[in-house]
Nanobody, 119 residues
Framework: QVELVESGGGLVQTGGSLRLSCAASGMDFSLNRMGWYRQVPGKQRELVAH???????NYGDSVKDRFTISGDDAENTVYLQMNSLKSEDTGVYYC?????????????WGQGTQVTVSS
């Protein structure tokens, strides 16, 4: 069973930085993509950033130029460096991974880690 374990959330002041980590385990296949989504109460979960196995990245518009995603394919781990944090970055950040197996995409989610940015 695939398990995604997140770490690195917490409380930070506006303009500060945090680094999130997510490690995937329990697979006997290769992951296609890993990344982060975030959710605030009353809103839909939104993309923060993805990185593919080939290290192609994709970012949500609100975090471009402030956040950087990186990955370690050998360790099935993804990192999110968050700089210049704003109050609107507050939310629960969920690690995400997917794999292409038997012609379909299988998605996996972590439990989430809280990020709070205070002014």
């Amino acid at each position: 069973q695939v398990e995604l374990v997140e770490s690195g959330g917490g409380l930070v002041q506006t303009g500060g930085s945090l680094r999130l980590s997510c490690a995937a385990s329990g697979m006997d296949f290769s992951l296609n993509r890993m990344g982060w989504y975030r959710q605030v109460p009353g809103k839909q979960r939104e993309l923060v950033a993805h990185i593919t196995r080939g290290h192609v990245t994709n970012y949500g518009d609100s975090v471009k130029d402030r956040f950087t995603i990186s990955g370690d394919d050998a360790e099935n781990t993804v990192y999110l460096q968050m700089n210049s944090l704003k109050s609107e970055d507050t939310g629960v950040y969920y690690c995400y991974a997917d794999a292409l197996l038997d012609g379909r995409v299988w998605s996996y989610w972590g439990q989430g880690t809280q990020v709070t940015v205070s002014s």
